[in-house]
């Protein structure tokens, strides 16, 4: 069953994935789950952690390397809990709230749009999208 799953999560599906399990009564029928991937936060990022790295090797900021790696596995993660349940905005929620507040801070201070400015843009727009897709599916709890 496992590798069924893997290999249908790895597949480029966003709405509904049909995955045969062999161990189900019959071994006919399909089960079926809803998926979508949620690109625009795994983007997100991948932007975060690659901005790091990039701090890194231009600049060999050790910090800079950290936070983006933090921040990044954070942002990720915060991706794939959304990828599993559309509600779960809240890891993603912080993580760009987070970079937005930090990010925003060094570029009203520096006024360069590299790499502070891009950061927060970015963190902006992602909790723009996450505040959207909040009101579009109101919480139940």
């Known amino acids: ?39 625009v936060g795994y983007g997100y990022a991948a932007l975060v952690a690659s901005g790091g790295v990039i701090g890194y090797v231009k600049a060999g900021s050790v910090p800079s390397l950290a936070a983006g790696l933090l921040f990044g596995g954070l942002a990720g993660f915060g991706a794939y809990q959304i990828s599993n349940d559309p509600k779960n905005i809240w890891v993603s929620l912080a993580t760009s709230g987070a970079l937005a507040g930090v990010m925003g801070k060094r570029f009203y201070g520096s006024r360069k749009f590299m790499p502070a ?24 709890s």
């Open 1 to 39: 069953m496992f590798p069924s799953v893997l290999i249908a999560q790895l597949v480029l599906c966003n709405s509904v994935c049909v995955v045969a399990h062999s161990n189900t009564s019959s071994g006919i029928f399909p089960s079926v789950f809803n998926m979508s991937v949620d690109w």
């Open 117 to 140: 400015g891009l950061m927060a843009g970015a963190s902006l727009l992602m909790m723009g999208k996450l505040g959207i897709a909040m009101l579009q599916k109101p919480q139940e």
